[in-house]
């Protein structure tokens, strides 16, 4: 079982910016892909963005320009970047880590960490 943890979310005003960051931790395991997701209230779960084996990034149309996701592989951890933050980039943010143990993969979520946009 592979264990993540979410943190960096808060209070920032329009404009502001937030770094979140996600760790996997857990005995002999492969991590193929750290995905970010969200989720505003009275919405369906949405992804933000990913990154798979360390370098193929991709993002969700809504945060282009504006969001990052890099990893730190000797860490197991990712890390998303987000700029010029808007009143709708408000949600719980959720990191998801698919792995690989013995050759069967898995998924795990993190609890999640808030993320509020406003003045």
């Known amino acids: 079982q592979v264990q993540v943890v979410e943190s960096g979310g808060g209070l920032v005003q329009p404009g502001g910016s937030l770094r979140l960051s996600c760790t996997a931790s857990?005995?002999?395991?492969?991590?193929?892909?750290m995905d970010w997701y969200r989720q505003a209230p009275g919405n369906q779960r949405e992804f933000v963005a990913g990154i798979v084996d360390g370098r193929s990034t991709n993002y969700a149309d809504s945060v282009k320009g504006r969001f990052t996701i890099v990893t730190d592989n000797a860490k197991n951890t990712v890390y998303l970047q987000m700029n010029n933050l808007k009143p709708e980039d408000t949600a719980i943010y959720y990191c998801n880590v698919k792995y690989a143990i013995d050759h069967r993969l898995g998924s795990s979520w993190g609890q999640g960490t808030q993320v509020t946009v406003s003045s």
């Open positions: 857990g005995s002999s395991f492969s991590r193929n892909a």
